[in-house]
């Protein structure tokens, strides 16, 4: 592989990755673990739970965000 395919792909993956991160898609993976290092052994919800209780915190705070 060449330098600038290389480049190019390095880029593309720094895009999907600020892509998935403003659309939230790693939020669940960051709150797993942060669980797992700050409270090992506790219960951790699922990924359906952790959207719920975003939701019910984003209704219940609305001056939390921008929009």
Do not use: F, I
């Amino acid at each position: 592989m060449g330098r600038l395919a290389r480049s190019t792909l390095q880029a593309a993956r720094h895009v999907g990755w600020y892509c998935s991160s403003l659309m939230g898609d790693n939020h669940y993976r960051r709150y797993v673990t942060h669980r797992e290092q700050t409270h090992p052994g506790e219960a951790v919800l699922s990924e359906r739970e952790y959207w719920k209780m975003r939701h019910r915190a984003a209704e219940a705070n609305p001056g939390a965000h921008c929009c």
